[in-house]
C-alpha cells in the first residue's frame, strides 16, 4: 500500500512511504500511476546509513544523567543522555543501557538503580561515567543517603531513586523502565542549577531563554 510519494529534486527519482507487513518503509524507485516501480537503487529504511544516523542524533540536545548502582558493594556509575520521563501515575521513568556493559548487569541482578541528574559542574564526572573500558567506582562523589537504595551522586540537580519496573531487550541495548520511589532534591544556589548538555559530541549548558 503506497501511502504517500514524493519526487527527489537532486535525483531523477521518486521515493514513496509505503506500508509492507505492517511496518512503514520509504523506497525509491519511480511511481506510475499510484504503484511503485522500484528501481535500481532500492532503498528500504533499514538500510540507513549509519553516518546520516548518527549525525542527526549528534543534533538532538540532551540532558546528561550518571546512573548509579552497586558493584562489588561499592558505588558504580555510567553516563547516558538515553533518560525520559515514561508516566507520572505511576511515576516511570526510562534507560536505554548497553546490555554487556556492568551497570545493566548489576541493575538487573540487583532490580535497583538511580539517575542522579548532573550539572554543569559535574563534566568531569561524566567524563569518567563515559570512558570506555574503565572502573567507573564513584565512591568520591557519592553522598552518604542511607535511606536511598541507588547511590546518589553530590551536587547533582536532583536524584531519582528506582527499582526496575521491567527490561525489554532492544538490539544490543536493553531499555530498562523503573518505578521511581524516591525524588530527591538537593537545595543550592541559583547558578549551580546550571544542567549539564550533550550536543554535537560536546558538553554545554543551557544558553538563554527563547
Ligand atoms: C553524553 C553521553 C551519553 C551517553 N548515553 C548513553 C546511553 O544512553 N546508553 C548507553 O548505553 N551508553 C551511553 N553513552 C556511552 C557510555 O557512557 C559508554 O559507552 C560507557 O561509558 C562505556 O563504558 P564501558 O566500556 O565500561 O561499558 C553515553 C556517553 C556519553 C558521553
Redesign the pocket.
Known sequence: LVLSTFQSSSRNVDYAAVELDGSVHVVSGHVVSGHVEVGDGLEFGSDVDDEAFKAAMRVLA?G?VMVTTWFEGRPWG??????CSVTVEPPQIL????S?????REINRGRRFGVSILGARQKPL??L??????A?FIDDYCNDQEALRSPMIEGALYHLDCSVASTHSVGD?SVIIGRVLNVVFAPRGATDRDPLL?FDRS?WTVGRQL
Not at 555510567?78 to 533518560?83: A, E, G, N
Not at 561515567?129 to 574503565?134: F, M, P, S, Y
Open positions: 540532551a546528561v555510567l553516563t547516558i543522555s538515553s533518560c534507560i536505554s543501557l548497553r554487556s556493559s556492568v551497570s545493566c561524566a567524563e561515567g563515559a570512558a570506555v573500558g574503565v567507573k541495548h550533550y558538553f
